[in-house]
């Protein structure tokens, strides 16, 4: 076992067993979370929602740290949709200051673990203060190589696409009948990216809340109950064990259709 796995994942912990099971040669190239729940888990234990926001960022930690120790190439978070401006504005005010606070604190998590962070969603809205601290991280982490960590701010997949269909229309350079999906695909926000093999819901909601609609559209899906305060590295090698006993036929009658191309 390679040293940097054995330190996060010790041998004889239960996270120790569930690596020895996990195959390292076809994780999940991408995988996507809806970190959900953090509201329930404050309100369950009598705190103010905040308190959950803030539970919530420990677990943002470890399982960033615990995917780039895997070998995960992509991880995406959403952590700030497009509808949660609907939430009561102290709330929204306390979700705001803690990404900042994070985005400041947390630039060495980044450095130290090669991360690379990329912020998705629409800048305009987004508090200066917090997008002067995106600027920044992102330059700090440009060469970063062994993940890159997308961070969905201000986001929501129907505004990204009629955005993506906005720049196409304004650029005028593709013709109706270039058009095709890997073209539109370069003008969203992922552009460059694989999209999501897995994607993870927490708190047992079954639903895909305007997140990356695109992106998803063969992407395995696992719900958990776990609120997302509670998600942990152990929690994550479940999910990829469970994703790497699904059998992805991509619209073809045999496994693994994508390497044919004949999706459907
Ligand atoms: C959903 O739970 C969670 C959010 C809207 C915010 C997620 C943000 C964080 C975890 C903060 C830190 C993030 C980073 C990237 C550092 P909810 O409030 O909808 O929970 P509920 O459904 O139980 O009410």
């Known amino acids: 076992m390679e040293k940097h796995l054995e330190e996060f994942f010790p ?9 020895l099971q996990v195959d390292l040669d076809r994780l999940p190239r991408h995988v996507a979370v809806i970190m959900d729940g953090n509201g329930r888990w404050a309100a369950s234990r009598g705190l103010p929602r905040a308190e959950g926001h803030r539970a919530g960022s ?24 497009s509808e949660n401006w609907k939430r009561p504005r102290p709330e929204v005010g306390r ?31 987004i508090p200066a203060l917090v997008l002067k601290e995106i600027d920044r991280v992102e330059a700090l982490t440009r060469e970063n190589r062994r993940m890159t960590l997308v961070v969905a701010l201000n986001y929501g997949g129907r505004a990204e696409i009629v955005d993506a269909a906005r720049r196409i229309l304004q650029d005028g350079r593709i013709s109706p ?3 095709d999906e ?15 093999d897995l994607l993870i819901r927490t708190s047992g909601e079954l639903r895909v ?25 152990k929690h ?23 390497r044919t191309g004949k999706r459907s």
């Not at 803690?98 to 629409?122: A, C, F, H, P, S």
């Not at 809340?209 to 609120?227: K, R």
């Not at 994550?236 to 994508?258: I, Y």
Request: glycine share 8%; net charge positive.
């Open 95 to 125: 979700l705001w200051r803690l990404l900042r606070e994070k985005l400041t604190k947390e630039d060495g998590l980044l450095v130290r673990n090669d991360i690379r962070l990329r912020v998705i969603g629409r800048r305009q809205g």
């Open 209 to 233: 809340s305007n997140f990356l609609l695109w992106q998803i559209a063969y992407a395995e899906i696992i719900v958990t109950p776990v609120l997302w305060p509670d998600f942990r590295r």
């Open 58 to 81: 420990a677990s943002v930690h470890e399982i960033v740290e615990a995917s780039a120790r895997l070998g995960i190439g992509v991880l995406t978070l959403f952590a700030f949709s």
């Open 11 to 19: 041998a004889g912990t239960e996270e120790g067993r569930l690596l």
């Open 177 to 179: 009948a270039k058009l």
């Open 182 to 196: 890997k073209a539109f695909a370069a003008h969203l926000s992922t552009e460059g990216l694989p999209d999501p």
């Open 236 to 258: 994550l090698l479940e999910a990829v064990l469970e994703f790497q006993k699904r059998d992805r036929r991509f619209g073809d009658v045999r496994s693994g259709g994508e």
